[in-house]
């Protein structure tokens, strides 16, 4: 039994059924009347297309049913859609794209839906756009390109004049007509766009610049408008190019000079007369720019420094102004940190703009006195007892507090902490300390900021102090124990450990035969403790209180060990000349100089001296002053300080010396071999914590190790260093 095959469908006939398809869609986005399509509809012109495309060859009619669609789109496009743009114009025209392209979109729609079989098996097998391509594809040559600069223009034209809906749906076809990409929309629109908004603020900074006004309601108010621009209708990545051409443009080209630099009402005048509201509105302003902040952050870090440098100019100029210039600086820092925080929000700009204006002038130094003397010599004055500053403790914790986080602003923090070494020795062993609890305190919050081996020495000085005591205590047993023990007069004795204190010049004193004694007591008391330590003995560290008997009455005298050995010299002379005193003493020049004029040329006259000029020579003659008397009984008698200033500095430069050399070798045991620039750069690193080491010196330090075998030159490339094991 023969099947009878199903008869082929011609091209012609089949077209005609689209055909009438396609007439009726026209008439529906055209607006006539029209009834919509049934299920029925599209489930004919699908099977249709269906039947057509599987027939076999010479009837398979897949490609003429793809080129017929593709004219379809462009017939329609050509006879209803162009003609009815090109009559429009500005508002109305705009409109009528925004009808258009939602038909046109309607009409792609239908066609993918009823020609579904192509989109399904045609085209992808022959590789061809599909018809969703092809219908933007025809709606982009034929209208987009005829019509977008006309368009762009009514934009840009009618802008805020026009409803947002109406601009957004336009918009979206700059975007749409991409096909996923955004180029048709910056390159066709929004380049024209930013353009415009430049002008158009740079008119409105010209009217700025002619009234002189801080127009910070202006600004805000344009800031508004240019985000609602993007939230309405514009797309989100032309945010940051219009706050880029627009505002900015404003801020920091035409109207830079009067909202930044302005005499009365530019950011230098607003920080000069400390207008922190109007700060704080400029800063959010700029702060909506991009790089809004970094001329507002420069310009606060001019005034800043140049309020610093001021500072060093008054200290430098007055003695006085030197006292208070450590105090100044906190309340300058204590100022504008504020500001950092508040008006500027906490923002890292600022906070590096404060840093870098405190390190220009903190790193000066004045009248001959360094930065860390400074600072070292302000937290003495705080801690010590009858110091220049009379603070409550809390107070006095606040302080510490803000002095040591200034400290990160000092390149030579070494150097800090070898005077703070050095006044904190003498608070210690002289009693001098007002707090112990605040000592203790200080030393914390340095150890907590710099790291344990920047106080290490110094809290190993305090448990030096604990120990002495209880030294101390052992020594006053060992006299009681023992009656033959005794040294004629009361003695205490603080030994020290070498290491953690500074180094002070050690001078072998003839000692008066009074206190011979006292010293083989001692050392005898301490070699029933231990007998593989040696003790040095530190007279210049050394008091002593001393009775003169005067003819107008008896007085106790405060002196130094030193001071005491010369003043007993008297009990078996009456005159003395200096050559004798200096040989009994076995002093130096120096030290017998101070002593002497502390005695007989300064306030209290306790020699008298031939001849009585206010200088010490070595032809002098000196007698003990038996009429000199006071009201009190009990007076101290100063001998002036060495300067210490060049011994500190010495024994830094020291110290850095090894710390470079250590740092060295061990960088290049670890590397093995390293370039000459690479291992500049990790030592000007590593050590940038404690001070800034000069670059010149490294390399000195570099030929040193190189010279005692450490290290050696590459033989082909001397800017390769190896290390030697």
């Known amino acids: 039994m023969m099947m009878n095959e199903r008869k082929a469908i011609d091209l012609a006939q089949g077209w005609e059924l689209m055909q009438k398809g396609i007439t009726k869609l026209k008439n529906i986005l055209e607006g006539l009347s029209e009834p919509q399509f049934s299920s029925e509809d599209y489930m004919m012109i699908y099977t249709t297309v269906y039947n057509m495309c599987m027939q076999k060859p010479p009837h398979d009619y897949s490609q003429q049913l793809y080129d017929k669609s593709r004219e379809s789109f462009k017939e329609y496009v050509t006879s209803m859609v162009l003609p009815s743009l090109r009559e429009k114009h500005d508002e109305f025209m705009l409109r009528e794209l925004v009808k258009r392209w939602a038909n046109h979109k309607v009409m792609i729609r239908w066609f993918s839906k009823s020609f579904y079989f192509l989109d399904f098996y045609f085209i992808p097998r022959k590789s061809l756009p599909s018809l969703n ?149 400029m800063f959010r302003i700029c702060s909506e720019i991009h790089q809004g902040l970094d001329p507002m952050s420069s310009i606060f870090k001019q005034h800043v420094t ?202 072998d004193l003839n000692l008066p035969a009074e206190m011979i004694k006292c010293v083989e007591v001692f050392r005898d008391f301490y070699q029933t403790k231990t007998k593989h330590r040696k003790l040095t003995w530190i007279y210049s560290m050394g008091t002593s209180n001393l009775i003169g008997k005067f003819e107008p009455k008896t007085m106790e005298l405060i002196v130094t060990t030193y001071q005491a050995s010369a003043l007993l010299l008297f009990n078996s002379s009456d005159r003395l000349s200096y050559s004798e005193i200096i040989t009994q003493l076995n002093l130096t020049d120096d030290d017998v100089v101070r002593l002497l004029h502390s005695l007989s040329c300064a306030k209290y006259k306790i020699l008298n001296k031939e001849p009585s000029m206010k200088t010490i020579s070595s032809t002098d003659h000196f007698e003990f002053n038996s009429n000199f008397t006071k009201k009190m009984r009990r007076i101290k008698i100063p001998l002036p300080p060495v300067e210490e200033k060049k011994k500190v500095i010495e024994d830094v430069d020291k110290d850095r010396r090894y710390a470079i050399d250590a740092l060295i070798v061990r960088i290049m045991k670890s590397q093995k071999v390293l370039g000459h620039q690479k291992l500049v750069t990790k030592c000007v690193e590593q050590l940038g914590g404690t001070f800034k080491p000069d670059v010149k010196y490294i390399k000195e330090r570099i030929e040193d190790l190189i010279a005692r075998d450490y290290l050696e030159r590459d033989k082909d490339n001397p800017n390769i260093f190896w290390y030697l094991a």
């Open 133 to 281: 391509q092809v219908g933007l594809t025809c709606f982009r040559k034929l209208v987009y390109q005829e019509l977008n600069a006309k368009v762009r223009d009514a934009v840009i034209s009618l802008g805020e004049q026009i409803d947002r809906v109406l601009l957004k749906n336009v918009l979206d076809i700059f975007i749409e007509i991409g096909m996923g990409e955004i180029d048709y929309y910056e390159n066709d629109f929004e380049a024209a766009m930013l353009k415009d908004t430049a002008v158009y603020y740079s008119r409105k900074a010209s009217n700025w610049i002619i009234d002189d006004s801080y127009p910070d309601y202006l600004l805000k108010e344009c800031l508004k408008r240019e985000k609602d621009r993007v939230s309405h209708y514009l797309h989100s990545s032309s945010k940051p190019k219009l706050l880029e051409v627009g505002i900015p443009f404003v801020m920091l080209t035409q109207f830079s000079k009067m909202l930044l630099n302005n005499e009365d009402s530019g950011c230098h005048a607003l920080l000069r007369d400390d207008k922190v509201e109007d700060l704080s509105s």
């Open 306 to 507: 140049a309020e610093g440098i001021a500072l060093v100019k008054q200290a430098e100029e007055a003695a006085s102004n030197k006292k208070v210039f450590m105090r100044k600086v906190i309340e300058l820092h204590d100022k504008y940190l504020a500001y950092v925080n508040d008006c500027f929000q906490n923002h890292i700009l600022f906070h590096k703009a404060l840093m870098e204006a405190f390190e220009v002038f903190c790193n000066k130094g004045v009248a001959g006195s360094s930065s860390a003397e400074l600072f070292a010599t302000f937290c003495d004055n705080i801690l010590k007892r009858g110091g220049i500053e009379k603070l409550s403790d809390e107070a006095i914790e606040e302080t510490l507090e803000k002095v040591v986080k200034l400290l990160a602003y000092i390149g030579d923090k070494d150097l800090f902490a070898e005077f703070y070494r050095k006044k904190l020795a003498r608070r210690l062993l002289f009693n001098k300390s007002a707090n112990d609890d605040h000592e203790s305190s200080m030393l914390t919050k340095l150890k907590q900021q710099y790291g344990s081996q920047f106080t290490s020495k110094m809290e190993r000085m305090v448990t030096d102090l604990t120990l002495a005591s209880e030294n101390h205590t052992s020594f006053e047993e060992y006299l009681s124990n023992d009656p033959n023990a005794n040294p004629g007069i009361d003695l205490t004795v603080t030994v020290l450990t070498t290491g953690f204190w500074p180094s002070y010049n050690y001078f």
